[in-house]
């Protein structure tokens, strides 16, 4: 009995392959989704407030992708905060763009939803007037690293026993 539109693969046509999907602003109604996309594929867990107060704080640069093909289904999220730090002369703060997370659904990798999240969100956090954009990820997170190496970010230092099981960080920046 099947209809053709049962049995119709789903065809990504665009050769930009992020073009398929929906970025938008992250809002309140979000966040379980969110949470859901980050424990799946992530190990760092965040309590609810956190998010919640990323979202208050910083609501211009949490950005979520979401899937018009299957409910509008969030995919993938990006969200970041503003680092201050004081400066040599303590005149003034030093303020960094800090990537806090961005995960992408396993079944919607590669279709560069990442990298379209990342260029979306860099100008809104910019917006705070940063130095640069800074971040920590796993020493074995190659996929990542790459991602993030394409996007010209550099590899700062290394952040030992960096996570809570004793991996090693890179510390990546990128200047504005
Ligand atoms: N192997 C090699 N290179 C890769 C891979 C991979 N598995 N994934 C991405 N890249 C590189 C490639 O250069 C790719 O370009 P290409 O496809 O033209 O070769 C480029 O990154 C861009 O890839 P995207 O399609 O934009 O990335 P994607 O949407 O698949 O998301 C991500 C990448 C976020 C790292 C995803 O794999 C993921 O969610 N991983 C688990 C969560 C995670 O590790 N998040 C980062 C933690 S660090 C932090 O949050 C600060
Ligand atoms: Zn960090």
Request: charged share 30%.
């Amino acid at each position: 009995m099947g209809t053709e539109k049962q049995f119709k693969p789903k065809i990504y046509t665009d050769p930009d392959k992020s073009s398929d999907f929906v970025i938008r602003r992250c809002t309140t109604k979000d966040l379980d989704a969110v949470i859901e996309v980050n424990e799946a594929e992530l190990p760092e867990d965040y309590p609810y407030f956190f998010y919640k107060s990323i979202l208050d704080h910083y609501p211009e640069s949490f950005l979520v992708a979401t899937d018009p093909h299957n409910k509008n289904k969030i995919v993938g999220y990006i969200m970041w905060r503003i680092e201050k730090t004081p400066t040599l002369s303590n005149l003034r703060l030093d303020k960094k763009g800090h990537l806090v997370s961005i995960a992408i659904s396993q079944d919607y990798r590669r279709k560069r939803i990442a990298t379209k999240l990342l260029k979306k969100s860099m100008p809104a956090i910019r917006t705070n007037g940063i130095s640069s954009y800074v971040l920590e990820v796993r020493i074995s997170n190659y996929s990542a690293i790459e991602l993030y190496k394409k996007l010209d970010f550099k590899v700062d230092r290394i952040k030992e026993n960096y996570y809570r099981d004793g991996e090693n960080a890179y510390y990546m920046v990128k200047k504005v």
